[in-house]
């Protein structure tokens, strides 16, 4: 059974860095996406970062240049890197996988994804 767990949230001040990580288990794809997302209060789960397992790339606008996402295959860890972080990134962030990558049309969408992690919360102060 897949299980990804997230670590790293916390609270920062503007202009601030932090680094997510997501530690999987139990993924037995040959090819795979996993990607990030993020819920603040009364809004929608939003697609942020995803990459396959061939190393593609894809960022939601709101955060291209300024988040970073990779991953350690070794350590079957998944990063996302937070950078200049902005009050409007404040939320809770989840880390998402699937089998095969993702599909080519469209963004980062919740429903393209099968296994959720349970959240770590970021939170940043002007």
């Known amino acids: 059974q897949v299980q990804l767990v997230e670590s790293g949230g916390g609270s920062v001040q503007s202009g601030g860095s932090l680094r997510l990580s997501c530690a999987a288990s139990?993924?037995?794809?040959?090819?795979?996406?996993m990607g990030w997302f993020r819920q603040a209060p009364g809004k929608e789960r939003e697609g942020v970062a995803a990459?396959?397992?061939?190393?593609?790339?894809f960022y939601a606008d709101s955060v291209k240049g300024r988040f970073t996402i990779s991953q350690d295959n070794a350590k079957n860890t998944l990063y996302l890197q937070m950078n200049s972080l902005k009050p409007e990134d404040t939320a809770m962030y989840y880390c998402?996988?699937?089998?095969?990558?993702?599909?080519?049309?469209?963004?980062?969408?919740?429903?393209?994804?099968?296994?959720w992690g349970q959240g770590t919360q970021v939170t940043v102060s002007s």
């Open positions: 990459i396959d397992s061939d190393g593609s790339t």
């Open positions: 139990g993924y037995t794809y040959s090819s795979y996406c």
């Open positions: 998402a996988a699937r089998g095969g990558f993702k599909p080519p049309y469209g963004g980062i969408i919740q429903a393209d994804f099968d296994y």
